[in-house]
């Protein structure tokens, strides 16, 4: 059963924007925080925002002013608006429980690659 799939991912040069999106089962997240984490060639899987059932939101330092995440419950899906991007935010970007400090448990969806070059 396919529980977490991540889109919008593509190239994009340095100071593009790119949406991601992804859709979450209900059942297995629907009360859940949720986040957006990405993982770069060699480094580990790092959150990068959260955003809790009621829509508040944080952010990782690298990544406030430029990333903002929304969610929609009744869809079932919690976006990321990436501005501004930098070449160091290339990687794999995932979506899954999002509490900082606390690595999910469970599996991962496939990701969406996200490359920012010239």
């Known amino acids: 059963q396919v529980q977490l799939v991540e889109s919008g991912g593509g190239l994009v040069q340095p100071g593009g924007s790119l949406r991601l999106s992804c859709v979450y089962s209900?059942?297995?997240?629907?009360?859940?925080?949720m986040g957006w984490y990405r993982q770069a060639p060699g480094k580990q899987r790092e959150l990068v925002a959260s955003i809790s059932p009621g829509g508040s939101a944080s952010y990782a330092d690298s990544v406030k002013g430029r990333f903002t995440i929304s969610r929609d419950n009744a869809r079932n899906m919690v976006n990321l608006q990436m501005n501004s991007l930098k070449a160091e935010a290339t990687a794999v970007y995932y979506c899954?429980?999002?509490?900082?400090?606390?690595?999910?448990?469970?599996?991962w969806g496939q990701g969406t690659q996200v490359t920012v070059s010239s």
């Open positions: 209900r059942t297995i997240f629907g009360s859940n925080t």
């Open positions: 899954n429980r999002g509490v900082w400090s606390t690595p999910p448990v469970g599996s």
